[in-house]
T-cell receptor
Framework: NAGVMQNPRHLVRRRGQEARLRCSPM?????VYWYRQLPEEGLKFMVY????????ESGMPKERFSAEFPKEGPSILRIQQVVRGDSAAYFC??????????????FGPGTRLTVT | AQSVSQHNHHVILSEAASLELGCNYS??????LFWYVQYPGQHLQLLLK??????LVKGIKGFEAEFIKSKFSFNLRKPSVQWSDTAEYFC?????????????FGTGTRLQVTL
């Protein structure tokens, strides 16, 4: 059973460009979460999605950031007009749909975004 | 809103020393508690978890943690660390509400084990 997949692993963007980060959850998982890890900080929650629905976006910056999890395909975290402060590691996690284990989140390898 | 505090930011131990990393959370309701480990260059892996029941939980690689509800604590322990335990350790919590929910993480503890 493949784990959570994220791509690209490393992404370099110039200021003002768009960044698209992809996340494919584990097989059988329908909950996806995005977290951001800034240098020397812990992970901060951004958004929680189920298929075609945003459940909790309380951690998303109000501007330039958006996320989706379509019926088919991976979840996408989109950052428009990137700035230097967006440089961070972005982690995706997924959790199962049923049973107690929906409390557990399994993490992908992350995408390290560098804005130059 | 819940928060998680990890008081030790950087810990250096010799091999075979005992380890205890502190974790405190602030939330009055029912929570699930987790410890994750991030080895250099790798993604987060779940070390152990507490949902309910026996407050002493055992995880992988000889780690254990004890949930003390009265102290809002979930400290991680290992009797004898190895060089391969060098990593960053994160305590996390989410709400036990019957539905999936976001994790709130502590800022992490960087453990360095010397030979």
């Amino acid at each position: 059973n493949a784990g959570v997949m994220q791509n690209p692993r490393h992404l370099v963007r110039r200021r003002g460009q768009e960044a698209r980060l992809r996340c494919s959850p584990m097989k059988g998982h329908s909950h996806v979460y995005w977290y951001r890890q800034l240098p020397e900080e812990g992970l901060k929650f951004m958004v929680y999605l189920q298929k075609e629905n945003i459940i909790d976006e309380s951690g998303m910056p109000k501007e330039r950031f958006s996320a989706e999890f379509p019926k088919e395909g991976p979840s996408i975290l989109r950052i428009q007009q990137v700035v230097r402060g967006d440089s961070a590691a972005y982690f995706c996690a997924s959790s199962p749909t049923t049973g107690f284990k929906y409390y557990e989140q399994y993490f992908g390898p992350g995408t390290r975004l560098t804005v130059t | 809103a819940q928060s998680v505090s990890q008081h030790n930011h950087h810990v250096i131990l010799s091999e075979a020393a005992s380890l205890e990393l502190g974790c405190n959370y602030s939330y009055g309701g029912t929570v699930n508690l987790f410890w994750y480990v991030q080895y250099p260059g790798q993604h987060l892996q779940l070390l152990l978890k507490y949902f309910s029941g026996d407050p002493l939980v055992k995880g992988i690689k000889g780690f254990e943690a004890e949930f003390i509800k009265s102290k809002f604590s979930f400290n991680l322990r290992k009797p004898s660390v190895q060089w391969s335990d060098t990593a960053e350790y994160f305590c996390a919590v989410n709400l036990n509400t019957g539905t999936a929910s976001k994790l709130t993480f502590g800022t992490g503890t960087r453990l360095q084990v010397t030979l």
